[in-house]
């Protein structure tokens, strides 16, 4: 396929953890042949016999897991899901581009399949993929909820440290008030009276304080 290219392999440089020769790549259910895995810290790469293959970035690779599912698939083998296009579909989604609405702006997926002819090695070859995963965090998981206020330190204050805050009483505030707030607050207290007194005297409404009034 197009996509298949010519580099050198992964070596200890890039943290090589695991190389799985005589390993067949699957790319949603079409083979791609049968090459060497390199499971590296930098990239997940895989090249056939010609020296032709590809990689994977890690912060791509959505989930991995070891399939024992022989309804599923034939093999035993290690399931790589990929958030991306490979091959003819890339080519496909360039022409289809603009003929594409809204509902299709959901993001691309591939689905590989490694292979080793050695079944043993599925779980090293996990393994190794959850070690290197496990060094590329995505950085939409990190925690964004970053208080950027003062913290209360609650044993410095225990301590006597910090400014501690001021509560006042009620006579106490008031005489921190200024003039215009006093007339402020005069105010609301006899907007607030007036409604209290008006409940007793709603229609239809006959209240305990009304009936004595009547009376």
């Known amino acids: 396929m197009s996509f298949l290219k010519s580099f050198p392999p992964p070596g200890s440089a890039e943290g090589l953890r695991q190389q799985q020769p005589d390993t067949e790549a699957v790319l949603n259910g079409k083979s ?9 810290e930098s990239r997940l790469s895989w090249l056939d016999g010609s020296g032709l293959g590809f990689s994977l970035e890690y912060p791509t690779i959505s989930l991995h897991a070891v399939s024992r599912d022989l309804n599923a698939y ?61 060094l590329h965090p995505d950085p939409e998981d990190e925690d964004s909820d970053d208080y950027d206020g003062e913290e209360y330190d609650v044993e410095a204050h225990e301590q006597g440290q910090g400014d501690i805050p001021t509560f006042y009483t009620y006579e106490e505030g008031l005489s921190h008030l200024t003039a215009e707030g006093q007339a402020t607050l005069e105010r609301l207290e006899g907007m607030l009276s007036q409604s209290v007194s008006s409940q007793y005297n709603m229609a239809g409404v006959r209240t305990e304080d009304s009936i004595r009034d009547y009376e």
């Open 74 to 134: 034939p093999r035993e083998h290690l399931y790589v899901m990929v958030n991306a296009k490979f091959g003819e579909e890339s080519k496909e989604s360039v022409a289809d581009e603009e003929e594409e609405d809204s509902d299709d702006d959901i993001e691309p997926i591939a689905e590989f399949r490694f292979v080793p002819s050695d079944r043993s090695a599925l779980e090293a070859m996990f393994t190794a993929m959850c070690e290197c995963q496990a």
């Open 32 to 40: 791609l042949g049968t090459g060497t895995l390199y499971i590296a």
